[in-house]
T-cell receptor, first 113, second 114 residues
């Protein structure tokens, strides 16, 4: 197992376009998280899945954002009608229920021009 | 609301010397965990060290140790014998027991000087 994998690593898009990111967690990890990290800030929680169920969404996740985790495996994060303020690093992490350590991917850096 | 504060945006240390990174947190919970994560440039964040709040003994992992002051809500990271590979952003985080939402500080960029 090579850890949490995120694709793409970088994405440049024009304002108003839709983008989708993918996260492949460590196999058998039933918890999956999405965080957003802007320059000079620490990661901020966006949403959380336990298996395929999305159990919490931050108020940072506007209705332009949607996340899915079909079959409790990989997850996708879609941003519709992107805005310049969406430019950030989007981090995915996974962990096992009952354990506290979260394993992070390298992130997807989104630039909206 | 839980908050984590890292008051040092940037720190420098000479190779082989010791450096301490500061972190304070604000939680009303009695059972929680504290973490230091390291984020090297263009690489994923990895766990450096973890402390359970119910343990009085400070956690240690090789050259990394913490000074956990529960009453003061302080959780500093000491890196001994600093190496060039220690250069990274370091994030302090807390996690309420039984939950899944990590709260991160703003990070401290550590530079290691040869």
């Amino acid at each position: 197992d090579t850890g949490v994998s995120q694709n793409p690593r970088h994405k440049i898009t024009k304002r108003g376009q839709n983008v989708t990111f993918r996260c492949d967690p460590i196999s058998e990890h039933n918890r999956l998280y999405w965080y957003r990290q802007t320059l000079g800030q620490g990661p901020e929680f966006l949403t959380y899945f336990q298996n395929e169920a999305q159990l919490e969404k931050s108020r940072l996740l506007s209705d332009r954002f949607s996340a899915e985790r079909p079959k409790g495996s990989f997850s996708t994060l879609e941003i519709q009608r992107t805005e310049q303020g969406d430019s950030a690093m989007y981090l995915c992490a996974s962990s096992l229920v009952g354990l506290t350590e979260a394993f992070f991917g390298q992130g997807t850096r989104l630039t909206v021009v | 609301a839980q908050t984590v504060t890292q008051s040092q945006p940037e720190m420098s240390v000479q190779e082989a010397e010791t450096v301490t990174l500061s972190c304070t947190y604000d939680t009303s919970e009695s059972d929680y965990y504290l973490f230091w994560y390291k984020q090297p440039p263009s690489r994923q964040m990895i766990l450096v060290i973890r402390q359970e709040a119910y343990k009085q003994q400070n956690a240690t992992e090789n050259r990394f140790s913490v000074n956990f002051q529960k009453a003061a809500k302080s959780f500093s990271l000491k890196i001994s014998d600093s190496q060039l590979g220690d250069a990274a952003m370091y994030f302090c985080a807390d996690l309420k027991s039984g939950t899944y939402k990590y709260i991160f500080g703003t990070g401290t960029r550590l530079k290691v000087l040869a």
